[in-house]
Every structure is written in structure tokens, then in C-alpha cells.
């Protein structure tokens, strides 16, 4: 793969949206390995312990990779709100180091380019998405899977 774990949070992330995790009956129609990745994928993305599965899973990858930055903005804010700029009038080069192995983490990634090409397809299906705020997926949600009905009244 492309160790894209970015964009594998964005995905999870949509799945998850309201208008699209109330779509039970819908789900409940996918093929059973389509749901079985999803699941392990959440899994992974999981935010207990502090990402502790996906922290792992990370630490394996070659890269490049595209890593979930919101792992380590959280550990940057926990390090500045939990460690004082200076300790006894001195500059606390300890919460400095904390900080410099975070953005550390990041740059390792960023060694070793992409050899990818552009695939107009995909390009263009991008660029002429029609995008949808929040209330139209939600009504588009509602036509597909009404409140109130039983799957077979709608599928």
C-alpha cells in the first residue's frame, strides 16, 4: 500500500458521519469483507491509549507515509499545557526535547517521496464532485433509509 493512514482516518471519519452511519439496512448489505476491513480499520484508528494501535502499526511502516498528524498535534498540546516554558528561572530543555522527538516522528516520513502518477480519471471525478453540506447528506440519508421504516418497506 501507500501508507496513506491520512486519508484511512478521513474515510473512517465520513463512514461515521451521521448521515451515513444511521444507514443500518444499508450496511447491513455490504459484502462481508468490505465490513470486515472497515471494522479492523476502525480498530486500528481506534483512540484508546492514545492511538496505542495505531502508534504500533506506524512504527512498522517504511516510508513514505502520509501519517494521521492528529496523533501528534495531541501530544504537542500535551506536552506544551503539561510542562512549564522554564523550570527554577531556567529554559526547560526537557519539554524542548519532547517536542523535537514529536516533529522527529513526522519528518522520518517525509524522507522518502511518492513515485506516483497522475491518473486523469480520478483527477476529474475529484474536480467535478458535486460537494454536499451537512443538512443535504443528512436529507440524502433520510430518502435513502426513512425514519421510521423497515428494510424491506425501502430496499
Known amino acids: 500500500g501507500i501508507n496513506a493512514e491520512y486519508g484511512l482516518m478521513a474515510i473512517i471519519s465520513g463512514i461515521n ?14 459484502p462481508s ?23 504500533e502499526h506506524l512504527s512498522k511502516v517504511d516510508p513514505p507515509c502520509i501519517p494521521y498528524l492528529g496523533t501528534y498535534l495531541t501530544d504537542l ?4 499545557d503539561g510542562n512549564p516554558d522554564e523550570s527554577q528561572n531556567l529554559i526547560n530543555f526537557w519539554k524542548r526535547k519532547l517536542i523535537y522527538h514529536v516533529i ?7 524522507q522518502k517521496g511518492y513515485n506516483l502518477y497522475p491518473i486523469h480519471q480520478i483527477s476529474r471525478f475529484f474536480h467535478e464532485y458535486s460537494r454536499k453540506d451537512e443538512d443535504e447528506l443528512y436529507k440524502m440519508s433520510l430518502q435513502r433509509e426513512p425514519r421510521g421504516k423497515e428494510k424491506h418497506e425501502i430496499l
Open 17 to 30: 458521519n451521521s448521515a451515513v452511519h444511521r444507514l443500518v439496512f444499508t450496511k447491513e448489505d455490504l
Open 33 to 55: 469483507n468490505i465490513a470486515k476491513s472497515f471494522s479492523e480499520y476502525e480498530k486500528l484508528m481506534n483512540n484508546e491509549k492514545s492511538f496505542q494501535a495505531y502508534r
Open 77 to 80: 498540546t500535551f506536552i506544551e
Open 104 to 110: 522527529s516522528q513526522v519528518q522520518q516520513y517525509q
